[in-house]
């Protein structure tokens, strides 16, 4: 069975400019997790998707950063125009709509504003 | 709400000595409790955690915690560690309404040399 995987791994980009980030869950999952560490602190969330549906989008930091999951499957998240301090790892994380509580997590894709 | 704190941002230790990763939450409801584990270059993964019962959880790898209601603790402990423990942890809470969002603390990076 395959994890989670995220796209791009290391994105390198100028203030201003766009950036998409990409999460595939494990197949069937159908929690979606988005979280952001910046600079060594703590892990915070972002939004979480039930299927489709974004269930809590309390985390985005303001209407830069646009989620989207069409389909419910793979999910991708969007900021545009980006800051410095929209730098740091975001990870994807999924689980099953019975998970007590287990989230698998991908490898992060790693945002660098210049 | 919730917060994690993990005041040892660093524990270094030799191989085979018993380490103690601290972790304490502040929540007014109740909350499930989660350790997490991040090896170089991988994503997050489930240590284990703790839902109800019993107060001593085991979890993979030989590692386990304890769940002090009253001094709102989760500390995560291994009698003998290896090298191949060198990672970073996460202490992560959830109100126990429901599997939702994961709030962590800021990590440890546990380091273990020979």
């Known amino acids: 069975e395959a994890g989670v995987t995220q796209f791009p791994s290391h994105s390198v980009i100028e203030k201003g400019q766009t950036v998409t980030l990409r999460c595939d869950p494990i197949s069937g999952h159908d929690n979606l997790y988005w979280y952001r560490r910046v600079m060594g602190k703590e892990i915070k969330f972002l939004l979480h998707?039930?299927?489709?549906?974004?269930?809590?989008e309390s985390g985005m930091p303001n209407n830069r950063f646009l989620a989207e999951r069409t389909g419910g499957t793979y999910s991708t998240l969007k900021v545009q125009p980006a800051e410095l301090e929209d730098s740091g790892v975001y990870f994807c994380?999924?689980?099953?709509?019975?998970?007590?509580?287990?989230?698998?997590f991908g490898e992060g894709s790693r945002l660098t504003v210049l | 709400a919730q917060s994690v704190t993990q005041l040892d941002s660093q524990v270094p230790v030799f191989e085979e000595a018993p380490v103690e990763l601290r972790c304490n939450y502040s929540?007014?409801?109740?909350?499930?409790l989660f350790w997490y584990v991040q090896y170089p270059n991988q994503g997050l993964q489930l240590l284990l955690k703790?839902?109800?019962?019993?107060?001593l959880v085991k979890g993979i790898n030989g590692f386990e915690a304890e769940f002090n209601k009253s001094q709102t603790s989760f500390h995560l402990r291994k009698p003998s560690v290896h090298i191949s423990d060198t990672a970073e942890y996460f202490c992560a809470v959830t109100l126990n309404t429901g599997f939702q969002k994961l709030v962590f603390g800021t990590g440890t990076r546990l380091l273990v040399s020979p």
């Open positions: 994380a999924s689980s099953r709509a019975d998970s007590t509580g287990e989230l698998f």
């Open positions: 998707f039930v299927k489709e549906s974004k269930q809590d």
């Open positions: 929540s007014s409801v109740s909350v499930y």
């Open positions: 703790y839902l109800s019962g019993s107060t």
